[in-house]
């Protein structure tokens, strides 16, 4: 377990090099966060994901992991939103906090997950304040603001409602 | 008779769709109110025995690696996901050599109290080896909200 342990503190300081700089500064506290804190992970993919890259877009921003009930329970529903709302500027983003890539890996397809998914680390989780608790999860608006946080299991009617209204294309009539 | 053979069917197909998110998340989930109130330690108390000058319970973390590094009680100790054979092989290493009347809080935070999948199996595990001196540390909604945010003593790191 002691390995455990000292592979995710590497695991950590070698994930840290790729952060803006806002990583160094006093952890936020999560319920102030005004500005989604930037960051650039490899994605289990195996493509860069930055966070950055989706201003114009509205990003839902999951924290989640396989031990985690109440996220498996909203993560289809979330699958199904980038597949709904993707082309009207809608992204999903999941940062897994599993403490290996192995059972995410495997979860991936059973939960038909088609949006990058990330793994979470120490300094991603003291970016967003300390992620002490799952699932949470962040409505990030076009300018990279963010507009809602959810933790604990979210009322999904209710979120999705805030995300149609925040889409910056709406569908055609 | 048709409508009930339909009615089955849909059934059926709906349980077979939602298996593999089932096995996602759990194998077997044991509820954490399974826990007996009376086995329940609330975060205020325990706050309070660890700024006491009485003697400190052995306290285990039985979650996530990387939610104990990010924030944990001061003195607890790491010990693997209680709902995961990793971490019930690790505890039940730890605990060996101890007396059976070690007091012992064991806590998580990982999720909502409800849908933890660690605290209780850890509480089983050591309940059913003869623990006599066994709490849970009760976290109603997890770590951060119910210690972390209420002001009661954190440490990071490992």
Redesign the interface.
Known sequence: ?RL???L??VA?LVCSTSLAPAENATPPK?ATLRVAPDFTRKGLDGKSVHLGSYRGKVVLLNFW?????????EI?KFASWQTKYGAQGFQVVGIS???DAAPVLK?LP??RITYPVVM???HL??LYG?????PVTYLIGTDGKVVARY???ANLVEMEQKIVGLLPQKKAP | MKLNRLSVLVLLGAIIALL??R????QE?VPASSIPQASLIQPADLSAALQSSAPKPLILHVG????????HIPGSE????G??Q?GVD?LKRRVASLPKDTAIVLYC????WG?C??IAPAYNLLHDAGFTNLKVLYLA?????DW?DKGYPVT???
Not at chain 1, 65 to 73: E, L
Not at chain 2, 64 to 69: D, E, K, Q
Request: include cysteine; aromatic fraction near 6%; glycine fraction near 14%.
């Open positions: 377990m455990l342990l000292q995710a503190s950590a999560a992991a396989t031990w985690c009930g109440p996220c498996i329970t289809p906090m599993d403490d979860a059973k939960l979470g680390d120490v989780s003291a300390g992620v002490l608790g799952l933790q604990g299991e | 593999p998110l096995s996602v998340a759990q989930h996530s690696v990387l939610m104990f590094a990010t924030a790491y010990v693997g996901p709902g995961k990793i690790a935070g990982c999720c909502p849908r999948p660690n909604d997890n770590f951060g909200t972390v990071k790191g490992n």
